[in-house]
């Protein structure tokens, strides 16, 4: 199950980023996000729990400079399982991008710039 995967979180300021989901097939950015610091403390915890032999599941809203709100998901349980959901003004989500897969490649594909 080798699923390779980019995750890449772009900083601009402190509080101002981009993030690019990127899978065989799959492409999703979002820019201006706001928050982006926070967020990737937050997978890098993801990641250190994982390694310490948890099992985490973490459930992040974000936004944009725009307006536009997102869930974003990682669940662990022997395999990493991302999602990203587009929140819908009629209190709905879309889902733009979705993955799972072994957590050495989750792990790899993440970055910071």
């Known amino acids: ?25 799959k492409y999703y950015k979002i820019a201006e996000l706001l928050d982006v610091v926070p ?5 890098d915890q993801f990641i250190r729990s994982v390694n310490a032999g948890a099992a985490p599941h973490s459930l992040f809203t974000l936004a944009d400079l725009s307006s536009a709100a997102y869930e974003f998901e ?33 792990r790899d594909g993440f970055k910071i710039f």
């Open 74 to 106: 990682l669940r662990f349980a022997g395999i990493v399982y991302l999602a990203l959901r587009l929140k819908t003004g009629d209190s709905g989500k879309v889902l733009v991008f979705e993955w799972e897969g072994r957590f050495g490649d989750f």
């Open 39 to 43: 967020l990737a403390a937050e997978v």
């Open 1 to 25: 199950m080798n699923k390779h995967l980019t995750f890449t979180i772009y900083l601009n300021n402190m509080n101002i980023g981009s993030m690019v989901l990127r899978a065989p097939g």
